[in-house]
């Protein structure tokens, strides 16, 4: 990462050595006017050192558009990741019809990464999920009611998942209608 003095610093560094190597060439252009050749030679070497300056500019910002662009891919796959391992470990849970210790210790874990890359709407719906997961589990098993009602917050959890995931590339009206799309899938996936 590049600290604010990192950016500044190498500007002016670039910006100093442009200034003292036109007045140390001009000095010299000037003294060397009644030899052609060494003007000729100096220009070269001028030209040589532009472009190798210019040229070192262009590959540091480069490469650090690079090494943010992969950074970012990987944060989206460790969010990717923990998103399905998170659904998994939800639909196991209601799958058992109880709230196992190993399970439990498991969604703690799937929580703390949650915490650290996950969208603020994402950790407010996982949220809601978990009041209704701590609001079945009370008698020990969960109902049928209890499992539509978690899964009923995991559809909306998801869609959130997808807009941190996507970006929010899509238009609020569009937004809207996934958003009860995925609520209906949910619905008739709860008749059947």
């Not at 391992?85 to 190993?102: H, T, W």
């Not at 559809?155 to 807009?163: D, G, I």
């Not at 995931?165 to 008739?188: C, F, H, M, P, S």
Request: with cysteine; hydrophobic share 45%; aromatic share 8%.
């Amino acid at each position: 990462m590049t600290t604010s003095w990192g950016k500044n610093g190498g500007l002016l560094l670039v910006i100093a050595t442009c200034v003292i190597g036109y007045l140390t060439f001009r000095y010299f252009y000037h003294v060397g006017a009644d030899f052609p050749f060494s003007q000729e030679l100096i220009l070269v070497f001028i030209g040589t050192v532009a472009t190798i300056l210019i040229t070192a500019v262009l590959l540091n910002q480069q490469t650090e558009l690079e090494l943010k662009k992969e950074g970012r891919v990987l944060l989206l796959e460790r969010k990717a990741a923990t998103y399905f391992a998170l659904i998994d470990q939800i639909g196991d849970i209601v799958e058992k019809n109880r709230l196992e210790l190993p399970a439990l210790y498991d969604l703690r874990a799937l929580n703390h990464k949650l915490a650290i890359i996950g969208g603020r709407d994402v950790i407010h719906h996982f949220n809601q999920v978990l009041d209704a997961l701590e609001a079945a589990t009370r008698d020990d098993d969960i109902s049928r009611a209890d499992q539509a009602a978690i899964m009923r917050e995991v559809a909306e959890l998801t869609y959130y998942m997808r807009r941190d995931l996507l970006g929010g590339i899509e238009g609020k009206t569009a937004a809207e209608q996934v958003l009860r799309d995925i609520i209906a899938n949910n619905q008739d996936l709860e008749r059947t």
